[in-house]
């Protein structure tokens, strides 16, 4: 097993106020209700940001907890990488936006665009700029307010999601064997179009007749990516685990991307963890895309499920296809 060069300093995460029901998206017209979406999904509610609750004002909340818990001054962050499909402004950065926020004057900063993985591949990138010696200590969130594109009249889509944000803040390990054990990643760029936004960008600028048939929103063809995050997934847990040379009885909490039970179920059983070793909660957020991982490791420190000595697999699959998976010791 390698020696980690980073570990894991502070976790932090910020939900909006306002919490959205499976009854309240059906009051909105919608041809769903509470047990379809409980059945097939496992979310019970997601949180909805107002116009105030931007993103940058989102990710600088979570960030300040995990700062402070980590006992790290604004000057001392030496870069920011913010996973984000849903950025405030199309140029700059959102993280650039997040640094002002918060102050962190020397850092450099930038969005890492892996949607769903976004938090995942952004801490394996935090973590080879401190192996390269770039950085000592990084600010890695990952934050959506993806509320603002999704297509609110498209059932299939709009019940999964939700808005939040998740900050971590990496340090360089200095001895000792806690830290990040090890890392996968992996992409599939023939796939785009089972999961993504048509129009907006170069090849179809926004438009009224885009506008009007929702293609600068999520679009998705659901059981396709289901099938492909259930096998992807699998393959991240089992590259992550032989990289550590560990096995799912090593594992104290798996913490996968939180998108549907299903897809978390089918890991889990791959991988041999047993349900009370895994962590839950897109039953109260929904789908967070990026920010679904961070929120959880926040949530599952401050349950206590992971604490001093834990050894914690991540997994995450999401657009384009992207997936990847860590093992970390705490
Ligand atoms: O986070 C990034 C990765 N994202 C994911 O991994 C999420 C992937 N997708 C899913 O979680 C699931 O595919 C869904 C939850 C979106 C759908 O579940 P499913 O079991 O795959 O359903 P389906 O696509 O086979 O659709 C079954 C039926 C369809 O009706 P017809 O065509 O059979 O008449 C859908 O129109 O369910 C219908 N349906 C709904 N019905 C009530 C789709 N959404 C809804 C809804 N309420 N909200």
Redesign the pocket.
């Given at each position: 097993m390698k020696r980690p060069v980073a570990y894991i300093a502070g976790t932090g995460h910020a939900v909006p106020r306002r919490a959205v029901s499976n009854a309240d998206i059906a009051a909105m017209g919608?041809?769903?209700?509470d047990a379809?979406?409980v059945e097939?999904?496992g979310i019970r509610q997601r949180y909805i940001a107002g116009p105030d609750e931007t993103l940058t004002a989102l990710a600088a909340q979570a960030s300040r907890q995990a700062m402070e818990q980590a006992g790290v001054q604004p000057g001392e962050i030496d870069v920011i990488v913010l996973g984000t499909a849903s950025p405030d402004h199309l140029l700059p950065a959102t993280a650039v936006e997040v640094q002002a926020a918060l102050g962190c004057t020397r850092a450099a900063a930038f969005d890492l665009g892996a949607?769903?993985t976004g938090w995942l591949y952004s801490a394996i990138v935090a973590e080879s700029l401190i192996a390269a010696g770039t950085a000592d200590t990084v600010l890695v969130i990952g934050a959506e307010k993806l509320s603002s594109i999704v297509n609110w009249k498209d059932?299939?889509?709009c019940?999964?999601f939700g808005d939040g944000a998740g900050a971590t803040v990496l340090r360089r390990a200095r001895g000792g064997h806690r830290g990040i054990l090890s890392s996968f990643m992996r992409s599939d760029g023939a796939l785009t179009q089972l999961?993504w936004r048509p129009a907006g960008g170069n090849v179809e600028p926004l438009s009224p007749e885009a506008m009007a048939e929702g293609r600068h929103c999520i679009q998705?063809a659901?059981?396709e990516?289901?099938e492909h995050?259930v096998r992807s997934m699998a393959e991240a847990t089992d590259r992550a685990l032989d990289a550590a040379r560990l096995t799912a009885n090593d594992i104290d909490l798996l913490i996968p991307?939180q998108?549907?039970v299903?897809?978390i179920d089918a890991t889990a059983k791959h991988a041999g963890i047993p349900p009370e070793r895994v962590f839950i909660n897109v039953d109260r957020y929904g789908?967070t895309?990026a920010a679904t991982i961070p929120i959880a490791l926040n949530e599952a420190i401050q349950q206590g499920r992971v604490k001093e000595g834990s050894t914690v697999l991540f997994a995450a699959?999401?657009?384009g296809f992207t997936w990847g998976s860590l093992v970390v010791r705490f």
């Amino acid at each position: 097993m390698k020696r980690p060069v980073a570990y894991i300093a502070g976790t932090g995460h910020a939900v909006p106020r306002r919490a959205v029901s499976n009854a309240d998206i059906a009051a909105m017209g919608l041809d769903t209700d509470d047990a379809w979406i409980v059945e097939r999904t496992g979310i019970r509610q997601r949180y909805i940001a107002g116009p105030d609750e931007t993103l940058t004002a989102l990710a600088a909340q979570a960030s300040r907890q995990a700062m402070e818990q980590a006992g790290v001054q604004p000057g001392e962050i030496d870069v920011i990488v913010l996973g984000t499909a849903s950025p405030d402004h199309l140029l700059p950065a959102t993280a650039v936006e997040v640094q002002a926020a918060l102050g962190c004057t020397r850092a450099a900063a930038f969005d890492l665009g892996a949607a769903c993985t976004g938090w995942l591949y952004s801490a394996i990138v935090a973590e080879s700029l401190i192996a390269a010696g770039t950085a000592d200590t990084v600010l890695v969130i990952g934050a959506e307010k993806l509320s603002s594109i999704v297509n609110w009249k498209d059932r299939n889509t709009c019940v999964l999601f939700g808005d939040g944000a998740g900050a971590t803040v990496l340090r360089r390990a200095r001895g000792g064997h806690r830290g990040i054990l090890s890392s996968f990643m992996r992409s599939d760029g023939a796939l785009t179009q089972l999961l993504w936004r048509p129009a907006g960008g170069n090849v179809e600028p926004l438009s009224p007749e885009a506008m009007a048939e929702g293609r600068h929103c999520i679009q998705m063809a659901g059981g396709e990516v289901v099938e492909h995050a259930v096998r992807s997934m699998a393959e991240a847990t089992d590259r992550a685990l032989d990289a550590a040379r560990l096995t799912a009885n090593d594992i104290d909490l798996l913490i996968p991307h939180q998108a549907n039970v299903r897809i978390i179920d089918a890991t889990a059983k791959h991988a041999g963890i047993p349900p009370e070793r895994v962590f839950i909660n897109v039953d109260r957020y929904g789908t967070t895309s990026a920010a679904t991982i961070p929120i959880a490791l926040n949530e599952a420190i401050q349950q206590g499920r992971v604490k001093e000595g834990s050894t914690v697999l991540f997994a995450a699959f999401g657009a384009g296809f992207t997936w990847g998976s860590l093992v970390v010791r705490f």
